[in-house]
T-cell receptor, first 114, second 110 residues
Framework: DGGITQSPKYLFRKEGQNVTLSCEQN?????MYWYRQDPGQGLRLIYY???????QKGDIAEGYSVSREKKESFPLTVTSAQKNPTAFYLC?????????????FGDGTRLSIL | DAKTTQPPSMDCAEGRAANLPCNHS???????VYWYRQIHSQGPQYIIH???NNETNEMASLIITEDRKSSTLILPHATLRDTAVYYC???????????FGKGTRLHILP
C-alpha cells in the first residue's frame, strides 16, 4: 500500500543526546514536511522540502535539522539544542503546490525525555 | 492564526448524518477549504477539499456556500469509528504549511 511511514512510534531521549526520526513515503510526492504537535495544540511547521536536495525552515526550526538526499526520505534530527523536545512529531507529504493538493500524514513519532 | 471558526464539540447518533459546520468569512479567492480529522494518538487524516463547488468522495461530502464564507462537512452515516477531532482549514496553493485551529471534537453516540 502507498503511504507515509514514520518510525519509531515511540522514542526516548536522554538529556544532551541527538535523535533522528525517520519518515519514508512511497507516494512519489515531491514535497515533504515535518510538524510538531504539543498536547491540546495545533501543528507547528518545523521544516519542509519541495524538492530533493533542498529544504526550508518553518516556524520553529531552532534545535532541529533535516536532510533530503532522496525523494522518498526526509529524516528529522532533534538536537541537544532543542530545549523542549517532548512532543508528537508528524511527517507529511504532498504532490506539490499545484492544484490545491492536500498534505497526507504519517502516524507520528512520540518523543519523550528521560 | 487559524482562519476558520468551528464549534468545539458536537454529538451525533450512530447511523445518522453528522454535519460539521465551519466559518471562514475572510477566505481569499485562491484559497481552498480542506477537512482533516485526527483520532487520538494518530496523524491527521485527509478527508476532502474544495474550492467553490460541492465535493463528494467515499468518506464525506463538502458543501461550500455560494459566497464561500462557510462550509459543512457531511459524514452520511456516522459510525463509532468516526469519533475524532475534525479540522477545517483554508489554504492557498502557495502556502507551505497547514494551520490547524482547535477543530470540532465529534462524539458518535451508540
Amino acid at each position: 500500500d502507498g503511504g507515509i511511514t514514520q518510525s519509531p512510534k515511540y522514542l526516548f531521549r536522554k538529556e544532551g543526546q541527538n535523535v533522528t526520526l525517520s519518515c519514508e513515503q512511497n507516494l512519489n510526492h515531491d514535497a515533504m514536511y515535518w510538524y510538531r504537535q504539543d498536547p491540546g495544540q495545533g501543528l507547528r511547521l518545523i521544516y519542509y522540502s519541495q524538492i530533493v536536495n533542498d529544504f526550508q525552515k518553518g516556524d520553529i526550526a531552532e534545535g532541529y535539522s533535516v536532510s533530503r538526499e532522496k525523494k522518498e526520505s526526509f529524516p528529522l534530527t532533534v538536537t541537544s539544542a532543542q530545549k523542549n523536545p517532548t512532543a508528537f512529531y508528524l511527517c507529511a507529504s504532498s504532490i506539490g503546490r499545484q492544484g490545491g493538493q492536500p498534505q497526507h500524514f504519517g502516524d507520528g513519532t512520540r518523543l519523550s525525555i528521560l | 492564526d487559524a482562519k476558520t471558526t468551528q464549534p468545539p464539540s458536537m454529538d451525533c447518533a450512530e447511523g445518522r448524518a453528522a454535519n460539521l459546520p465551519c466559518n471562514h468569512s475572510t477566505i481569499s479567492g485562491n484559497e481552498y477549504v480542506y477537512w482533516y480529522r485526527q483520532i487520538h494518538s494518530q496523524g491527521p487524516q485527509y478527508i476532502i477539499h474544495g474550492l467553490k463547488n460541492n465535493e463528494t468522495n467515499e468518506m464525506a461530502s463538502l458543501i461550500i456556500t455560494e459566497d464561500r464564507k462557510s462550509s459543512t462537512l457531511i459524514l452520511p452515516h456516522a459510525t463509532l469509528r468516526d469519533t475524532a477531532v475534525y479540522y477545517c482549514i483554508v489554504r492557498a496553493n502557495r502556502d507551505d504549511k497547514i494551520i490547524f485551529g482547535k477543530g470540532t471534537r465529534l462524539h458518535i453516540l451508540p
